[in-house]
């Protein structure tokens, strides 16, 4: 009987990480199945999952019922997701202790409301690090500047950091270095660098989404070969700008300065592919997964995508091919007008805004839920 394709995945160097959470899989025995089964190794969550896990049925009314009088929706949000959070970590422990802590990591995260603002993410991930409790939990923090100042200071501190919302080559090298410059930081306070890890979420499949569209209306007004030229250019960006990631990755950490951390035990910044699941139906479900394998990456998939992995994912190692074409792709769409960096701007905005919109709906679902369960909740924090 052949191996389970997501296994194979695993076995080309790739970890699998859930991007779900709720509590019926944590305590229905579904998430531990999969991390049996399905060679699954870690998970993330972010405001618009639990979104909608808190939006849906009733796993969370017996721990809002029993929660202290005098809170506000934004505490009950931090007590129900670091509860999750707490218990999705103890099922992946067995990878954290099995891999001596590279892999097996949970990641929650801070409020995009403080995505500019360094002091108050530092506060907010430390408070979220000792709820939670776990030394196998990752906090995730927004890749902007001030994000990356917090990242040094986090990664400094010995926590475990997640970047997330990067779209842009120029956020990824910022990050890597703030990254680097934490490690430093702690070496030279005499404090170990063998226990942190840190992944940076490198967002793939809204880069093709945002490009395509752009594409799309250059080409409305067009015929012939100059048409067909810009439609050649869809679904190619993404890859393009992930695979030049990669690229960087590979060469910041094979530096004289990475050389001289990993000596004293400091692994890599992994690069974790995120927003994977495809959007266009006229694309291969599994697009974005196959043609980004390789040694030290994170693939984080939905559900659906996992599943379709299983079914029909094909692996070999993909990460590194085609530079030079890659390179081609992003030259091409500057030549029609296409500019990657206020693409990838926008796209950064537009994540800050989607994921702010989530908490403000899930706090105010959870004003209605409360409610509905005879608890009045304080109005600020």
């Not at 394709?5 to 076995?11: G, I």
């Not at 009733?58 to 949000?77: C, V």
């Not at 995120?274 to 139906?281: M, Q």
């Amino acid at each position: 009987m052949p191996d389970n394709r997501l296994k194979q995945l695993h076995d080309a160097g790739v970890s699998i990480w859930l991007d779900f959470i709720d509590r019926t899989i944590l305590r229905n025995g579904d998430l531990a199945r999969r991390v049996r089964e399905d060679s699954l190794t870690g998970m993330t969550s972010n405001p618009t999952i639990f979104e909608k896990a808190l939006a849906e049925g009733s796993a969370y009314d017996d721990q809002l019922r029993g929660a202290p009088r005098g809170r506000t929706a934004m505490d009950l949000f931090e007590l129900v997701e670091t509860s999750d959070v707490r218990d999705a970590c103890d099922i992946f422990h067995p990878v954290y202790e099995a891999t001596k802590g590279t892999d097996g990591f949970v990641s929650i995260e801070v409020s995009p409301a403080s995505a500019n603002d360094a002091q108050a993410t530092v506060a907010e991930a430390q408070r979220l690090w000792a709820m939670v409790d776990r030394p196998n939990v990752m906090i995730k923090v927004p890749g902007t500047a001030e994000g990356a100042v917090a990242v040094r200071t986090l990664t400094g501190a010995g926590l475990n950091v997640n970047i997330t919302l990067l779209f842009s080559l120029e956020a990824h090298r910022r990050v890597i270095r703030a990254y680097l410059d934490g490690l430093e930081d702690r070496r030279r306070a005499g404090k170990p660098i063998d226990t942190i890890a840190s992944v940076a979420s490198f967002f793939v499949s809204r880069v093709d989404t945002e490009i395509d569209k752009r594409l799309d209306t250059l080409a409305a007004g067009k015929t012939g070969a100059e048409r067909d030229r810009l439609l050649a250019l869809r679904g190619k960006a993404a890859i393009a700008n992930a695979k030049l990631a990669y690229a960087l990755f590979q060469e910041e950490f094979s530096s004289p300065r990475f050389a001289a951390l990993r000596a004293e035990g400091a692994r890599v910044q992994r690069p974790l592919w995120a927003s994977t699941g495809v959007k266009n139906p006229a694309y291969r479900d599994t697009l974005y997964v196959e043609t980004l394998i390789g040694p030290d990456t994170v693939n984080t998939m939905p559900p659906a995508l996992i599943d379709a992995f299983r079914d029909h994912g094909e692996t070999r190692r993909t990460v590194g091919e085609g530079l030079d074409e890659a390179r081609r792709v992003i030259a091409d769409l500057a030549a029609v007008g296409i500019d990657l960096t206020e693409v990838t701007d926008k796209l950064l905005r537009d994540g800050l805004a989607s994921f702010q919109k989530s908490f403000e709906t899930l706090t105010a679902g959870l004003d209605r839920k409360s409610a509905a369960l005879g608890r009045e909740l304080a109005s600020t924090r």
